[in-house]
């Protein structure tokens, strides 16, 4: 089987703060392959976003710093990478699309400006050319009239539209890999429907690999090849996406998937009790142990390592074998 595209080992990032030191990713493991579209889901501050901002190593330092493990994109370890190289290595072979784009975007200049920046910056082109790149691209994601998009500023667009723009100039270079963190979070049912779409298409039309950051369990059905399951700082399971919605093998994992409207029994809307642990000062052994109705000692002393449950399904849970959760 060959390599991972991106092969996230052992990361630990934290951040300085006044109440002291916040562990917000510890020990975090994490593999995408070439092609897939790999799904990041959990609960707001579980340290999603932080970590799809480690690998473009866009994280604010300070407050912010990595203070372990590897990120191995084609082989390279993006850490111990020079700065050149690393600024070299943005947009052209790794991109980011962020939550929120009307925050991405600069509003004093219009789309045109911005999009032709990121092709002169990474590619020998006249003005003409990136242009015309431009205009391709973004007819790509089916932007209607791309030549007044190209002349419009961003607030003359609406938020789909922006959302578009995003991707856009993400992958106007050909990236190998698509960071997105949540960039459908603002949009309605239907514009969220309509980005899908022309990311899976995009996906495999370009041969283009994703790591989607979300909360939503029903993007991870409708997009994800791959998903893992991301909890105060640590992948706690990881399984395609057949496996992790018929036997979902964490507590923290069928939480989710209960409170997703429709599938929780009785037709009540189910809540996961508690809250996501303060990450300054996180409980000892299994992080989701004073939120888990099955916990024993050894969840509450010992941290679990990950099982292989079946081939592409793993899970850090010490019930896993008590009980035989499968």
Do not use: W
């Not at 990236?175 to 309605?188: I, R, V």
């Amino acid at each position: 089987m060959s390599a991972p595209l991106l092969d996230i080992r052992d990361l630990s990032v934290s951040f300085r703060t006044y109440q002291g030191r916040a562990h917000v990713l510890d020990r975090a493991c994490l593999t995408v392959n070439r092609g897939e579209v790999m799904g990041l889901v959990g609960e707001t501050g579980c340290g999603k976003s932080v970590l799809s901002r480690a690998v473009l190593r866009i994280i604010p330092s300070p407050p912010g710093s990595i203070d372990g493990g590897e990120i191995l994109f084609e082989g390279r370890d993006l850490l111990t990478l020079p700065r050149t190289d690393m600024r070299r290595l943005r947009g052209e072979r790794i991109s980011m699309i962020f939550q929120e784009p009307m925050n991405s975007l600069n509003p004093v200049f219009t789309v045109g400006n911005q999009m032709r920046e990121v092709v002169r910056a990474h590619r020998k082109a006249s003005r003409s050319e990136a242009t015309d790149a431009c205009l391709e691209m973004l007819a790509a994601v089916r932007l209607p009239e791309p030549g007044s998009v190209l002349r419009a500023y961003p607030h003359e667009l609406s938020g789909g539209m922006r959302q578009r723009v995003m991707i856009a100039m993400a992958l106007i270079c050909n990236p190998s890999l698509l960071l997105a963190d949540e960039p459908t979070t603002a949009l309605d049912v239907t514009v969220q429907g309509q980005i899908l779409a022309i990311l899976a298409e995009l996906a495999e039309r370009q041969g283009l690999s994703i790591l989607f950051v979300t909360h939503d369990m029903g993007v991870v059905a409708q997009l994800c090849n791959r998903v893992a399951v991301m909890y105060a700082g640590q992948v706690v399971e990881v399984a395609d996406v057949q496996s992790i919605f018929a036997r979902p093998a964490h507590p923290y994992t069928r939480g989710l998937i209960a409170s997703i409207p429709g599938r929780s029994s009785g037709g009540e809307l189910y809540a996961i009790p508690g809250s996501v642990p303060n990450p300054i000062d996180p409980p000892p052994g299994c992080r989701f142990h004073d939120r888990c109705l099955k916990a024993t000692g050894d969840c509450r002393n010992v941290a679990p390592e990950m099982i292989r449950v079946v081939p592409d399904h793993s899970v850090a849970c010490h019930l896993f074998n008590q009980d035989g959760l499968s």
